[in-house]
């Protein structure tokens, strides 16, 4: 898809006008929002942020910035896990952040947490200032992406990281029929009657499955200069935590945590692959033994 083609599930036509529908639409659904992300992931949701925050390591009191924050809470999760950290939490609906406002900046959250309303495409930031960047449930909106990872790469400092928490295509078989029930009619059913927006819940859909898979993921993140990139299925792939690193010095701490988890998933690989081999050999042999 070349840059000035537009593929936006709202039906838009240029860049702008799919943003300015984004926003509308976040916009009206603001007040439910929270109840029907808790209700609509049987509270799954709480589980996804709070792994996104933990991939995030931002070295001590550094600014971490939280795009496409919306009601903040990640925001939120991201200071309760780094009590001396400053969150950046930006959004271009502010229906979205002052919803978020209203209930969760108080107990000295509100003086450590900064909403400001921005377009995640021209991020009003100066470069290499931020410790870690998350963005969940956002990046699927944003068109075109490239803009969105080229801010992220120059606010960025060197070594701090990218964290993206965005759906899959559920692409586990035991899960696809399901899935796409629950994205083709459940899902729509249910937000449209609940939020009073008979569009919102349907562009939900809609843009979870024109969405690239995880390695497209992983290789538009690359492509923007990213390093280190990986990514960790949840719920057998429905949501994906991916992970990236603008490449730079890093800190120690940063390494060692970078180091262990990499550690953990090759290790969890190299268990899988075992299993498959031994399961496999197990399978010939069992053959091997019914044909005598
Ligand atoms: C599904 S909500 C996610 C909110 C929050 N991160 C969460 O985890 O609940 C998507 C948010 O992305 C915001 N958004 C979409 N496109 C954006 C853009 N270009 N710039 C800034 N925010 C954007 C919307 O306004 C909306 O609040």
């Not at 049987?42 to 009191?61: S, V």
């Not at 268990?271 to 399961?279: D, Q, R």
Request: aromatic letters at 10%; charged letters at 25%; glycine letters at 10%.
């Amino acid at each position: 898809m070349t840059r000035s083609e537009v593929r936006s599930a709202t039906g838009a036509t240029t860049h702008d006008e799919h943003g300015k529908r984004v926003s509308d639409m976040f916009g009206r659904i603001a007040g439910w929002y929270d109840f029907l992300n808790h209700a609509l992931s049987g509270c799954q949701d709480i589980y996804w942020r709070y792994r996104l925050a933990k991939a995030a390591r931002p070295a001590p009191g550094e600014t971490v910035l939280d795009l496409a924050a919306g009601t903040m809470d990640v925001s939120v999760e991201l200071l309760r896990q780094y009590p001396q950290s400053s969150i950046a939490a930006l959004d271009f609906s502010l229906p979205m952040l002052e919803n978020g406002k209203a209930k969760k900046l108080k107990d000295g959250r509100e003086k450590k947490i900064f909403p400001v309303q921005a377009d995640g495409r021209a991020l009003p930031l100066p470069d290499n200032c931020m410790g870690a960047a998350t963005i969940a449930f956002g990046i699927r909106n944003i068109l075109p992406r490239e803009d969105a990872y080229s801010e992220f790469f120059r606010v960025l400092k060197p070594g701090a990281r990218l964290c993206i928490l965005e759906f899959g295509t559920g692409s586990k078989r035991v899960w696809k029929g399901f899935y796409n029930f629950y994205l083709d009619k459940l899902l729509p059913f249910i937000g449209d009657r609940i939020s009073g927006d008979p569009g919102a819940y349907r562009y939900l859909a809609e843009s979870i499955k024109t969405f690239p898979d995880e390695r497209s993921l992983a290789e538009e993140m690359m492509q923007a200069g990213f390093a280190r990139v990986y990514h960790v299925p949840m719920m057998s792939g429905i949501v994906y935590l991916h992970v990236g690193e603008k490449p730079g010095q890093v800190s120690s701490a940063a390494e060692d945590a970078f180091g262990s988890e990499q550690r953990t998933l090759e290790k969890k690989k190299a268990a899988g692959s075992a299993a498959k081999k031994s399961a496999g050999k197990g399978a010939k042999k069992r053959s091997r033994t019914a044909g005598k």
